[in-house]
């Protein structure tokens, strides 16, 4: 299989391998966290949004979140507020 290289220089997402290559985690929750990690700081993460711009349906983001959540790759703003308030 042939690697495809892209001269890097806008439009393209750094990030770690370590949600890649967790053996815990199923392809649609990777792939959600990557999207998500590509998204700007600024985006308002909400699953509405995340349905707009991902081919899944609402149902299919939700199940995705909840792995991601109980793998402790993403928190819920309330739950973000209050570790921060410890």
């Known amino acids: ?21 967790d053996k815990s985690l199923s ?6 966290l990557s999207v998500m990690l590509s998204l700007p700081d600024n985006w308002d993460y909400s699953i509405a949004g995340l349905v707009a711009i991902c081919k899944e349906n609402e ?3 939700k199940s995705a979140l909840n792995e991601l959540k109980d793998n402790n790759y993403v928190v819920e703003k309330t739950q973000q507020k209050a570790m921060v308030e410890e």
Do not use: D, P, W
């Open 59 to 61: 149902t299919a983001v």
């Open 27 to 32: 392809l649609k929750a990777k792939g959600l």
């Open 1 to 21: 299989m042939a690697t495809i290289r892209v001269h890097k220089t806008k439009n393209y997402t750094v990030m770690s391998n370590t949600h890649l290559r």
